[in-house]
């Protein structure tokens, strides 16, 4: 529990953690936020989605601090201002599309706060439009839209072929580009600063805090990057053994309250 003493911050995933699967914020989760107010530990969240992909959480969590979306490729105010944005450079974007097509995924590409899509009845894109509660925009070419890319997601749900074209893009784009798995069915390429151990550094020096005074949770690959950077992490009953054995703590699954109990359990009590 000392790990845990004098925490000032808080750093939270969305998907799979703040949200069960079902992408339902709980009571319980937002409780567990009120009582982090109540004893003056701030509430940051990161995730994969665009800015306005977590529009819906301010209210209901009370959030006050910037949100990292495309893992922290780009900085928004609460109200959606942004504040800072990264995005990857024209040449290594179109790179990223045509390896994703060469190597059997779907692409989508995020530019400000637009999502682009060529298919919209392609895997994945009627659940991702419920999930950040908009619609993409279809276009037959992704052309026109590579100059002021946020964030590129190969999207298949051949898991095996989605940690090979991790690894392959790895390689190929080397320190042009962020790559990371936010989900088993989803890679995400981002400018090599938006990254969500960038996320940990962007709050410190924000906040003129230091990494202890600094917890992260979260579920996915892209999480152990923040656990690394972070004084003390907490992992998701939800995740894989490997994002586990990163983290200092692991709670419950998301389905069964897991960010509101390592709340209360680490951070209130």
């Known amino acids: 529990m000392s790990d845990f003493a004098g925490v000032k911050l808080l750093i939270a995933d969305v998907d799979g953690t703040l949200l069960t699967l079902d992408k339902v914020l709980t009571e319980r989760a937002q409780s567990a936020a009120r009582g982090l107010r109540q004893k003056g530990i701030r509430l940051a969240v990161t995730s994969g989605r665009p800015p306005r992909g977590m529009a819906m959480l301010v209210a209901p969590l009370a959030l006050e601090e910037p949100l990292a979306g495309f893992n922290g490729g780009m900085f928004a105010r609460p109200d959606l201002s942004i504040l800072e944005s990264h995005a990857l450079d024209t040449g290594t974007a179109s790179q990223a599309a045509s390896r994703l097509k060469e190597l059997g995924l779907e692409a989508w590409v995020y530019s400000g706060n637009d999502w682009f899509v060529r298919d919209a009845a392609g895997s994945h894109v009627a659940r991702e439009a419920s999930t950040v509660q908009f619609e993409p925009r279809v276009v037959e070419s992704y052309d026109a839209v590579l100059g002021k890319v946020a964030k590129i997601v190969g999207v298949s749900d051949d898991y095996p072929r989605v940690r090979q074209a991790d690894a392959d893009l790895q390689r190929a784009l080397g320190r042009c580009a962020s790559v990371s798995r936010s989900q088993n069915y989803y890679l995400d390429i ?26 992260t ?11 690394r950077k972070s004084g003390c992490s907490i992992a998701m009953g939800n995740a894989a053994d490997e994002v586990k054995a990163e983290a200092k703590v692991v709670t419950d699954s998301c389905d069964d309250d897991g960010f509101a109990k390592a709340v209360e359990r680490y951070l209130l009590s």
């Open 190 to 215: 981002t400018h090599p600063l938006a990254n969500k151990a960038a996320v940990v550094d962007y709050h410190a020096a924000r906040l003129g805090l230091a990494a202890q005074a600094i917890c």
């Open 217 to 227: 949770i979260g579920d996915g690959p892209n999480d152990v990057l923040m656990f």
